[in-house]
Nanobody, 123 residues
């Protein structure tokens, strides 16, 4: 069982930057990892994913150029750096871990989920 704890969410202004973190209980830290988000009244959607060694990353089209996913395996932590935030980025952001190889893009590929962190972008 992998425990995941997100942090770094909050209230920001349009155009601001934000970095989310997700700490995992797994040692060694070797799962593929992903970020998803869910806005009020909408389905959960893929944001970004990263392979166990950080070599492969994949971002949703809506966030290409505005987000960077990274990981520090020594700290069992992944990050999501977002820039130029928009009101449409308002959502609960979830961290997830997968035993699949690569950087999976489907929520069904992920076995473990964090509780989420709220990001609110005010215009």
């Amino acid at each position: 069982q992998v425990q995941l704890v997100e942090s770094g969410g909050g209230l920001v202004q349009t155009g601001d930057s934000l970095r989310l973190s997700c700490a995992a209980s797994e040692r060694p830290f070797a799962n593929s990892m992903g970020w998803f988000r869910q806005a009020p009244g909408k389905e959960r959607e893929f944001v970004a994913a990263i392979s166990w060694n950080g070599v492969t990353t994949y971002s949703a089209d809506s966030l290409v150029g505005r987000s960077t996913i990274s990981r520090d395996n020594a700290k069992s932590t992944i990050y999501l750096q977002m820039i130029n935030l928009k009101a449409d980025d308002t959502a609960v952001y979830y961290c997830a871990a997968s035993t699949r190889a690569g950087a999976p893009g489907l929520s069904t590929d992920y076995e473990y989920w964090g509780q989420g962190t709220q990001v609110t972008v005010s215009s």
